[in-house]
């Protein structure tokens, strides 16, 4: 039931935002969504299955706006992952599901769904199994970000292929590009007047030039 299960996810986000996770009932999560509560257990197995649903779509959905954002046109490897960095951090700021995800740091008022043992699924139910699926950890998630980041712009220089400064080396690339998202991050947790778009350039013109470089000397060795 793709239609209840949406459902379901988003009453659930809803109710994230109003009050503590510990305090979130799955009753009231399936009245919301305007299903049954037997509906709500079918889909996701028990409430720590409804945790990890939530998260899983929170990262899908911020893994889908990387590489759109990252894929827009620009003359220069700046131009795509400055806008990304901002992006980020406008996420990172109004999404505090994103922000626990990404930063490994939930308070008690997300949710925190106790890892899952290795193993077979526990679950005899196609949906329920889904859920067992969990999200991501911080380390897989911007692993996800740099190579979903890296494969939208290297293919979007490749379709601008007369645009200045578009072309950059290749060994350098996956490191601007987690550059910039490690700088978002930093940045959404402490962040600083000048505004993330002027760091992250700037720190990227360093980049560019001081990773470049020695992959160039080293493959000619």
Known sequence: MPAAREALLDAAARAVGERPWSAVRMVDVARAAGVSRQTLYNEFGSKDGLARALLRREADAFLRGVERIAALPGDTVADRLVPLAEWTVDRLTARPLLRGLLTGCRD?????????????????????????????????????????????VARAGRQQPGAGGTEADPDGLPVLCELAVRLALSYAIAPTGDGVGALVRTALGAGESGVSGPSRRAGGR
């Open 108 to 152: 008690t008022l997300l949710p925190a769904p106790p890892p899952l043992p290795d193993g077979p699924p526990r679950r005899t139910v196609p949906a329920q199994r889904r859920a067992d699926g969990g999200p991501p950890d911080p380390a897989e998630l911007l692993a996800a970000v740099r190579k979903r980041s890296l494969a939208a």
